[in-house]
């Protein structure tokens, strides 16, 4: 019987600890995520697509790396080498942009400027 016992208070041990850890990790991840309130993006000023760096670019929400880099590969192709007509008249144009379509532009156009 004693050999039972062991089993039983090892598996009771081994329940407590998955659930403890369980429940440690919801409290660590609930914290880490916040309370479900979208995060704002904090930028120091706006951002000019016309010149902005891929890394200024990135910041915007929905702009990745990838997005990001079409944007500049993109201004590159299509733009005056002296800068002086700029390929980007508005967010509107980001739109001949693969993979940036109405509601990304809709989310960034408050963080872009065209002057």
């Known amino acids: 019987m004693g050999e039972a016992r062991q089993k039983n208070i090892q598996s009771f041990a081994f329940v407590l600890s998955v659930c403890s ?11 880490f995520v916040g309370t479900g309130q979208s995060c704002e993006i904090e930028l120091e000023s706006r951002v000019n697509p016309n010149y902005a ?26 733009g005056d080498a002296d800068g002086g007509n700029p390929v980007f008249q508005s967010s509107n144009d980001l739109q001949k942009i693969r993979g940036i ?3 990304t532009v809709q989310n960034i156009g408050e ?5």
């Open 21 to 31: 850890a369980f429940c440690f990790s919801l409290g660590f991840v609930s914290e």
């Open 53 to 78: 760096p891929i890394e200024s670019l990135v910041r915007l929400p929905g702009i990745g790396v990838s997005r990001a880099g079409a944007i500049v590969e993109y201004r590159e192709k299509f």
């Open 101 to 103: 379509g109405p509601k």
């Open 111 to 115: 963080w872009l400027k065209f002057e």
